[in-house]
């Protein structure tokens, strides 16, 4: 009896391991209305749950209060905050249909609808209504870009974003983010911030497949002291003059006023570049900018680009500063800014233009072509707190981001042609709670 015995319970096992073994090869439940959802986010973030937690703003705002504490103690996996692109109505909670209102143990919330097995939440019975209207569409299937940043969106804490969010939040900087119109980022958080890395694209709904390896982040760079509000470099300024140049409002006066050709933009945008933005307790200006210029080759084109603003200068009002060539005051004697030549070293010409007071003096690495050789395609490091006291950053940016003691981010490689996305690094550092 032994034999049938050991049989049995062999069959007995394998009829309950194998299928458990089965499951678990098999992939996790997609939370597949999220496509849905996606062609019609201007931002859409994902968050872990944390039961063991009071249940966030958004779900006490969009459910009613036992409801909230009801389902956020049995969340275990990701839900969702979207804001639509006609920015109406205020956010969305969307997460997966909770089993208690499949079974009716508790009412359905108010303006609320389930789209592919996720319950959206509205603030109202108008942008429910419209959040209605548009999923009767049929939806172009994700590809490329966007279907990366709805498969990131659907494993992990993440924030994606399309040309509408991006507008909604720069505000007035919009044009300097041209080069990632549409993208995503996966979020890590810890006890001292929040890293960050993912991609971005100058177009919406790009195919085209992940762009070349990562940027190469190394060790953060040091933070920037009370000196600096904020500095950016990199291998050309194109990437960030792209999105002024396309506007007539601004390229207009920079050939009418100042006399640059389209010969002198194209100088200008292929130039490596370092950018700062620095504090002034007094005077005028809440910040002094300073831009410093790689030049290659001879000076004479630059020389003459320099000659014509100089002349239109003179034309607007403006006086010389006799004690300080390159060096403009306006009437009442302020100086509000100028250029000057820099050769730290034999083959290796600098120009430093600036608006405000007079800055320091180049000095350190920068002075060496090593540094300038070194650059990412786009490196940028603020104070985002201190700009915000100044009123420096639009206000619609993320909280956690207005927030932060130090930003900084690199990003590239940019295809002038925008046949590939870019890669994107970076970390907030934020103030100790």
């Known amino acids: 009896m032994r034999f049938p015995l050991r049989c049995t319970l062999l069959a007995t096992a394998a009829l309950l391991v194998l299928p458990l073994w089965a499951l678990s090869r098999l992939p996790r439940p997609r939370a597949e209305g999220l496509g849905r959802l996606l062609p019609h986010a201007a931002l859409l973030q994902s968050f872990p749950a944390s039961p063991q ?26 839900w969702w905050q979207l804001w639509g692109r006609d920015g ?118 790009l195919v085209a497949p992940m762009g070349p390896a990562p940027v190469e982040w190394g060790a953060p760079p040091a933070p920037l002291d009370s000196s600096l509000l904020l500095q950016a470099s990199g291998r050309a300024l194109e990437p960030l003059l792209r999105g002024l140049l396309a506007r007539q409002l601004i390229r207009e006066p920079l050939v009418t006023a100042y006399g640059l050709s389209d010969d002198d933009l194209r100088l200008l945008q292929g130039s490596a570049f370092l950018l700062r933005l620095r504090p002034q307790a007094s005077g005028p ?52 800014g100028g250029w000057r030549w820099l050769t730290p070293s034999p083959n290796h010409t600098l120009l430093q233009l600036y608006l405000g007071p ?51 981010a690199v990003a590239g490689p940019f295809e002038r042609r925008d046949s590939a996305p870019s890669r994107l690094q970076g970390r907030l550092e934020l103030p100790a709670r």
């Open 88 to 205: 109406a109505g205020g956010a969305y909670l969307v997460l997966p249909l909770p089993r208690p209102l499949r079974t009716g143990v508790l009412p359905r919330p108010p303006h609320s609808l389930e789209v592919d097995g996720l319950l959206v939440v509205a603030a109202n019975p108008l942008a429910e209504r419209l959040l209605r209207d548009q999923l009767k569409t049929a939806p172009r299937p994700q590809r490329g870009l966007q279907q990366r940043c709805l498969a990131q969106l659907q494993a992990r804490q993440s924030a994606f974003w399309s040309a509408d969010g991006l507008a909604a939040m720069a505000g007035p900087l919009a044009p300097l983010f041209l080069t990632m119109q549409e993208g995503c980022i996966a979020l890590t958080l810890d006890r001292g911030g929040v890293s960050f890395a993912g991609e971005a694209a100058a177009i919406a709904g």
């Open 358 to 408: 007079d800055p320091r003096p180049l000095s350190g690495p920068w002075t060496q072509p090593l540094a300038w050789r070194g650059l990412q395609p786009l490196q940028l490091q603020a104070r985002p707190s201190a700009l915000t006291r100044l009123g420096l950053l639009p206000e619609m940016l993320p909280r956690p981001l207005l927030q932060a003691d130090q930003f900084a």
């Open 285 to 336: 200006f809440h910040a002094g900018l300073e831009l410093v210029l790689a030049v290659p080759g001879p000076r004479q084109r630059w020389d003459r680009m320099l000659e014509g603003i100089a002349d239109r200068l003179v034309a607007g009002g403006l006086v010389p500063n006799p004690a300080q060539p390159g060096s403009w005051q306006d009437g009442e004697g302020r100086q509000v």
């Open 53 to 78: 937690r009071q249940p966030p703003q958004l779900w006490q705002q969009r459910l009613p209060a036992a409801s909230a504490r009801a389902l956020w103690q049995q969340q275990r996996q990701l």
